[in-house]
């Protein structure tokens, strides 16, 4: 693996150099270690990796990605800023709008999604659905889900049924 900050210790910030020069506490760029970051639950309560955001360092950008087993979904939500996802492997189905139009989903296939629109997706697939989320915001966005939220993503202080909470 090519040494460089992974953005979760200090001290490999400090002995190498990006463009901040050497010794530098902040050099501007970061090498994440996906196998570092812990998984954590969405606000659909499924399994969700925050890779790039605020911890390390990024002021208007998240990146995350997320896996659905076959048959698991992502609940009906919106968000107040865009989000893309790109589908990185397996196949779904994304729903979106209102009236809702369905959009069938495979690797490499990248949505946009505008502020405020109704968006979910599913796994139909007999493997993982692997996407990537992107928010232009530091964090995940917050989440107004659609319909009443699972038990485990209402542990985590995710709305449901027209709230608004981030997660």
Request: aromatic fraction near 4%.
């Amino acid at each position: 693996m090519p040494d460089g900050p992974t953005g979760n210790d200090g001290a490999a910030a400090e002995r190498n150099s990006g463009p901040g020069g050497a010794g530098s506490r902040d050099p501007g760029w970061r090498l994440v270690d996906p196998s570092t970051v812990p998984v954590v639950p969405s606000p659909s309560g499924l399994p969700t990796q925050h890779l790039v955001g605020a911890a390390q360092g990024a002021t208007a950008t998240f990146v995350g990605q997320q896996w659905l087993a076959p048959g698991q979904r992502v609940m009906s939500h919106t968000h107040p800023n865009e989000e893309v996802l790109v589908f990185l492997a397996g196949t779904g189905e994304a729903t979106l709008g209102s009236p809702a139009t369905t959009v069938l989903l495979a690797a490499g296939v990248c949505l946009f999604v505008a502020p405020a629109v109704p968006h979910g997706f599913r796994n139909t697939g007999g493997g993982i659905l692997h996407v990537l989320v992107v928010f232009p915001t530091p964090a995940f966005a917050p989440t107004t889900l659609l319909e009443p939220a699972p038990p485990s993503a209402a542990d985590h202080g995710v709305a449901g049924s027209g709230s608004a909470a981030g997660s």
